[in-house]
């Protein structure tokens, strides 16, 4: 018998033993859950997890997104907190198959901001779906199927971020 999860990707639950967590993807029957500073994997049939009943208002989680993107974007807030320390001054180089076209640099830290403004773009997605008051939960199951497939097509660029904690995590158990 397959198991199904109770909880979307995105949802903030209440874990007996770890504490509160955030669902960020699922691999095989299990959660994968990012704990304060830790990310575990919990079986679907574990009973012992409640939803996090949060009191800040979405709307007030979406401007603070909205801000830390902002801030991001005009240097406020550096995307060196989050890249790994052999990455940083380093450049991204396209070359194009085409011989008159000029190949194209970008410094990493400004390729990996715009990888971290998709990640949060996708986390607010994710809350709208779980908080939409319209969509039956099979819906929202099949929505956070999407999302979390393309958590998976970014697990590509983990290896440029510091910690794990920052890193996509899609279905699949291997990094693409």
């Given at each position: 018998m397959t198991l199904?999860?109770?909880?979307?990707?995105?949802?903030?639950?209440?874990h007996?033993?770890?504490?509160p967590g955030r669902i960020v993807g699922f691999e095989g029957e299990f959660y994968v859950i990012h704990?304060?500073?830790?990310?575990?994997?919990v079986p679907f049939s574990y009973q012992e997890m409640k939803p996090l009943q949060t009191t800040e208002d979405p709307a007030l989680q979406q401007v603070k997104l909205?801000?830390?993107?902002?801030?991001?974007?005009?240097?406020?807030?550096?995307?060196?907190?989050e890249i790994s320390k052999r990455w940083i001054g380093g450049t991204i180089k396209l070359v194009p198959g085409k011989e008159d076209t000029q190949p194209k640099e970008i410094p990493?830290?400004?390729?990996?901001?715009?990888i971290i403004g998709v990640r949060e773009?996708?986390?607010?997605?994710?809350?709208?779906?779980?908080?939409?008051?319209?969509?039956?939960?099979?819906?929202?199951?099949?929505?956070q199927g999407?999302?979390?497939?393309?958590?998976?097509?970014l697990t590509t660029f983990n290896s440029l971020f510091a910690d794990k904690v920052?890193?996509?995590?899609?279905t699949g158990s291997g990094e693409g």
């Open positions: 199904t999860p109770s909880f979307a990707v995105g949802s903030f639950v209440q007996a033993h770890y504490g704990f304060k500073g830790d990310i575990r994997n909205a801000v830390l993107e902002v801030l991001g974007d005009y240097g406020w807030v550096d995307a060196n907190l990493i830290e400004v390729f990996i901001k715009k773009k996708l986390r607010v997605l994710e809350q709208k779906i779980n908080n939409h008051p319209s969509l039956d939960a099979t819906d929202k199951l099949e929505l999407y999302i979390t497939r393309s958590y998976g097509s920052s890193h996509f995590v899609g």
